[in-house]
């Protein structure tokens, strides 16, 4: 009895060449509150402190979260880009996998 084996496709997109780096986690800009009693962030309405640029990320188990300056932010953004774009073709791929998988093994 033959196996009918599924195809494997094309070799791994051109975009994981591309990517030279990829940071891990996310980069959000937020406001924020501070501790002081008689601080404008405390005024109403409230002037919140910031944008602040946050990269957070998973370290074993651990959520690590590091300050940016606009400026780091600025240059590090199109890591952050390679690593969601790689985040999303890993998303197609296994997809398609599931798929293939499916149609061939029932
Ligand atoms: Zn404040």
Not at 3 to 26: E, I, V
Not at 29 to 57: E, F, I, Q, S
Not at 68 to 75: G, V
Request: net charge positive.
């Amino acid at each position: 009895m033959t196996t009918r084996r599924p195809s494997f496709g094309a070799p791994l997109p051109a975009a994981l060449n591309d990517a030279d780096y990829a940071l891990p986690g996310t980069l959000a800009r937020r406001y924020m509150r501070c501790g002081k009693t008689n601080c404008r962030c405390k005024a109403d309405p409230p002037v919140l402190h910031g944008p602040y640029l946050h990269w957070t990320r998973t370290v074993a188990g651990k959520t690590v979260t590091r300050t940016l300056t606009q400026e780091q932010a600025n240059r590090y953004q199109p890591w952050f880009d390679n690593a969601r774009r790689l985040r999303e073709l890993t998303t197609e791929l296994e997809a398609r996998s599931l798929r293939v998988f499916l149609d061939a093994e029932g």
